[in-house]
């Protein structure tokens, strides 16, 4: 789709709805936006005419420059088709619709969305919304219409992501900004009358910069499933395509009517075909975090489920084991042999208070070398596929170093390696010491694991596909 | 248990295992905690005899002063039966062991556990321990042997944490300090050798500054969960009874071995009769911190599971729509008049584009006006019986004055309300104006879900047993 290429870089764009007496109506917080934070020559529209910020206000898109490559619409719903039709006269293949009062209002606003659909299709236009907020491609391009005092914008990175509901969109979006995960692109599709998730996956699955591509959907008009579902799989051979499905309890999917008015389908069904499809599906935003998380970093896949685990406290030790039973991932027990050679590494004094079964519990006595070291002999084993690093850093003798130490280790293999550090500020060095080494950092233990489990489930999509 | 009384509040304590040469011993780190921190009377004793903190060392309990009330140990296990005899010498009847070596390193290390049990029991002596890091309670008494710049302690409140593991425990510390919840005490039981979880539950249960009792289990001894389900169901009568259960899966269970070597119960027989002795189970940490926060604040309960939920995000209504379904509670679909008195007292200009279905969606347009209006109407629906708000501050017209102006609302009707406000720093202010008028504010929506599921699940119980 060419016009999505234009949508995401744009020469020169306009936003048709600026209020001359409004400065911050949705229209005039994306002009400022498009003009002066992406620095981006924007022509602002308004049939009054006036000036805004100081440039000339044109009275239609006819009377514009004829430069335009980009059309952000903001006007009331009953205005749109008519300045879609002029986006068309004008050859602009490339229009982002904010506008509510579609589909989501009922049938009057049913029947004007199929009236805009023809008008783009008509003219070769590729759209996005109506009903949404937009785009976001860090220092390019953004047309969410919120203050940036109010909404973080995380950094540039890896991660895209595609959303049916804006407000669930610039949550990510901060939440991203907290954990240090970056974005190539966040799109808000709103109704997705025109253009569908899946031309997004396939447009983002052909992008080399993009590690993985996160969606939040309510919803599959009719047919749109299947060929989601096409793309997908196809996608997902080369990246992880992961799937919020909202609506999936009876009841929500009533609440997604008064939303975004999307068929939701039945749960089972829908996590059935996600499944085959190679669509890795989220529960909820947490699985949402630790999957976009894990999958900003290098892949290193699985061979098969058996996870090692090094901590430093019992308890903990102990909820991993449970987390990990219920995600399906399996603690296998280490012998007597390599339980000695682990117990080998482990100051003298404590090799009689530590525990080498599995999870490994070098109690709060530990230090970075007692760490380091059993973790080198728990990577050589050959039933072990990937390392759960539990790390409480109030163990005195756990240092800031820890995260290049135990990075030092993981380039001795290619087994991947998860680690827990409480998210407090103090930790910041800790956790930062880990993962500019190339290791995710969890926030909780369950993160830790959800990680680990999206890892296995991309492996097992990629040894099913013969790519592993 | 008069003992428990002595050592929640000693007017003069010893450390008995300080060391004249390593400051940071465990027992030199108590002996500072106690002697300058909490401001308490405490002598240290060790064989060697010499000087610590400028302190004369005593070289035995029997040499040491008389007004000793309690004592804590940390020397090698070996020497732990000696101790404790000198204990029963000098009459003392509290006594934390911090020692490790016993039950949880195998069988020599389970006979020693015998002798001091026997010794604790010959002498009267109320013995926590061993294994353990102590006891914390807020400006009077802190055991606990981690260094105060690794590990935050929370403020004073009315939440008591009691666990198996001392790295639970601590973690639990750090986050409720982070979230702004207070405790009572915190309580490390260890293996729990003699002083069980049941016992200091029903010291607790009689203390009515305690709002709220959680505790971390891995598993009870031979006869204890009949003791802890008795115990439990009475206190759960006033306040409420929360357990995270460790070791439920059978991976787990084998895990809790080389901790705390409890017997783990089947977690199906476990989870069955909690529910029928009205005590609340938590899935995992993050249940945990949603009852210990809803259960800080004043208890108000629902009649039956109905809620109301309010918010300027459709995706956030689905998204809550969800896990209320998961969590068995249901949103009622508003009647049309109630639906119109809702519709009423919104901003005219945004009447069309809002939805009052449940969940109420008042988009990004909303101001405080409206949200304060429809809450009011919300709350006087007899079919209603608690509300969920999901308050998006990045909306326009959302003011920091939201909490003060809900909460004005929720006098006005003995309904419990919840909010969910994104835990981010630039937020705090809004969500201390809802937390310092009594409205508890969640940091996820599932947590907001999980806090009305914790509320629901103790109303259910009072009903039950007739207290409501």
């Given at each position: ?14 936003v ?26 924007t ?45 068309g ?203 976009s ?10 061979k ?22 219920y ?60 390392a ?21 280790v ?27 080494n ?31």
């Amino acid at each position: 789709m060419k016009g999505l290429d234009i949508m995401l870089n744009p020469k020169v764009t306009a936003v048709v709805g600026v209020s001359t007496s409004n400065p911050f109506s949705p229209g005039n917080v994306i002009f400022r936006k498009l003009c002066f934070e992406n620095g981006l020559p924007t022509y602002p529209i308004n049939p009054r005419g006036g000036t805004v910020e100081g440039q000339k206000v044109y009275k239609s898109l006819s009377e514009a420059p004829n430069d335009i490559e980009m059309v952000v619409i903001s006007v009331p719903a009953r205005f749109v088709p008519s300045v879609l039709e002029d986006c068309g006269q004008k050859k602009i293949k490339a229009v982002i619709v904010v506008s509510g009062g579609f589909s989501e209002t009922g049938e009057s606003g049913s029947s004007l969305q199929d009236e805009i659909i023809e008008i783009a299709k008509k003219h070769g236009i590729t759209m996005v919304g109506p009903n949404c907020i937009g785009v976001f491609v860090p220092d390019r391009l953004d047309t969410f219409f919120l203050p940036s005092e109010r909404v973080a914008r995380t950094r540039k990175g890896s991660v895209v992501l595609i959303s049916q509901s804006g407000g669930w969109l610039i949550e990510r979006l901060e939440e991203f900004a907290s954990r240090d995960v970056g974005v190539a692109a966040a799109i808000s599709i709103g109704n997705a009358a025109q253009t569908k998730v899946y031309d997004f996956i396939e447009h983002f699955g052909n992008d080399n910069e993009v590690t993985a591509i996160v969606c939040y959907i309510e919803g599959f008009g009719e047919g749109e499933g299947r060929k989601f579902a096409k793309i997908s799989s196809k996608v997902a051979e080369k990246k992880p395509v992961i799937v919020l499905k909202g609506g999936q309890s009876e009841a929500g999917h009533r609440a997604t009517q008064s939303h975004t008015s999307s068929l939701a389908g039945s749960a089972q069904v829908t996590s059935a075909a996600f499944k085959q499809f190679g669509v890795i599906e989220a529960a909820d935003e947490d699985e949402v975090m630790a999957y976009s998380k894990v999958f900003s970093f290098p892949f290193r896949p699985m061979k098969k489920n058996r996870l090692g685990c090094l901590t430093v406290s019992g308890g903990h030790g102990v909820i991993a084991t449970d987390e990990a039973d219920y995600y399906g991932l399996e603690f296998p027990q280490f012998t007597e042999e390599d339980q000695e050679a682990m117990r080998k590494m482990v100051t003298e004094a404590y090799q009689g208070i530590a525990s080498f079964r599995n999870p490994c519990d070098l109690t709060g006595s530990a230090s970075d070398v007692d760490y380091e070291g059993v973790l080198r002999v728990m990577l050589n084993i050959d039933y072990v596929d990937a390392a759960l690093l539990l790390l409480l850093p109030y163990a005195p003798g756990i240092s800031l170093q820890i995260g290049a130490r135990v990075a030092n280790v993981a380039k001795t293999k290619s087994k991947p390696i998860v680690a827990y550090v409480p998210d407090l500020d103090k930790y910041e060095v800790i956790i930062r010491g880990f993962e500019i080494n190339g290791i995710p950092c969890a926030d909780t233990i369950e993160e830790a694991v959800q990680m680990l489990n999206g890892i296995w489930k991309r492996s097992q999509y990629l040894h099913r596909v013969g790519k592993l």
